[in-house]
């Protein structure tokens, strides 16, 4: 203990001793136990000291859950239906997701993770101890898997490295339709009918073009009326002969 905080900026609130290792020591703050765990393994006089996390030593195992399981208990003890006790009867071969609390008191349904469908009891036994008289009861609560599924699948694929290794690359120049075009809100600003010109590439002389074109329709049009006119007035003394 007086090792670790005279050679690094740590101080050890207090230490116990550990069955698997030299020492549980308790620190200030997880800032200095990041700082032994970013240092280890740390050379000593007494030899090579590696720090790990309380929860990452010896014991450690693997526990992957296989399954994912809705379970039904029949004739739970009522006054164990709550959400510890439950909790404790599917603690010994998988994990309580949620607990379905329906109308029907005589079963209970719980959906969780299983380590092994194999490891799922045909029954869980409830037990009540007691210290007066050293009696005590228990009860025999069967069990069933009504059906199941993977807990998960296996994620996509990783999208490939960018060949200049940047994941965040910069946008580079936006391609218009007409290169002409100005940016900018100039429509909605004085001069839009020219504005409107410049986006459809139209200069001055096809704008010229086009609006002569505009007044000889409109001029054939007129006649056309003019005509339309003279027929129906002639159509209209036919009618009257």
């Given amino acids: 203990m007086e090792f670790l905080q005279l ?3 740590v101080s050890v609130v207090s230490a116990f001793p550990f069955p ?10 997880p800032v200095q ?4 765990l970013d240092a280890s393994p740390i050379e000593t006089d007494f030899g090579v000291l590696r720090v790990r996390k309380h929860d990452e030593v010896g014991n450690l195992r693997a526990c992957p859950y296989t399954r994912e399981n809705w379970i039904m208990f029949l004739g739970f003890p009522l006054d164990y239906q709550t959400h ?10 998988g994990r309580l997701l949620r607990w379905y609390e ?22 869980v036994v409830i037990s009540q101890g007691t210290l007066l008289g ?16 993977f807990p998960d699948v296996f994620p ?24 002409n075009i100005i940016q900018g809100w100039q429509h909605d600003l004085a001069g839009a009918p020219q504005a409107v010109e410049a986006d459809m590439g139209i200069d001055a002389q096809a704008m010229a073009d086009i609006q002569n074109e505009l007044a000889a329709q409109a001029a054939e049009n007129i006649d056309n ?10 159509a209209d003394e036919m009618d009257e002969q």
């Fill in 84 to 93: 510890d006790f439950i909790k404790a009867a599917v603690a010994p071969f």
């Fill in 33 to 36: 136990r990041a700082c032994l």
């Fill in 134 to 149: 050293e009696t005590g009861r228990s009860w025999a609560v069967p069990t069933y898997i009504l059906d199941g599924q």
């Fill in 7 to 9: 050679q690094f900026p």
């Fill in 102 to 123: 329906g109308p029907n008191k005589l079963r209970v349904l719980v959906q969780c993770l299983i380590l092994s469908p194999d490891r799922v009891p045909r029954s």
């Fill in 156 to 179: 996509p694929d990783e999208d490939p490295i960018p060949v200049d290794g940047n994941p965040h690359p910069l946008h580079g120049a936006v391609n218009q339709v007409n290169p």
């Fill in 225 to 234: 009326n003019a005509n339309w006119e003279e027929w129906d007035n002639q």
């Fill in 20 to 29: 698997f290792g030299i020492r549980l020591f308790e620190f200030q703050n």
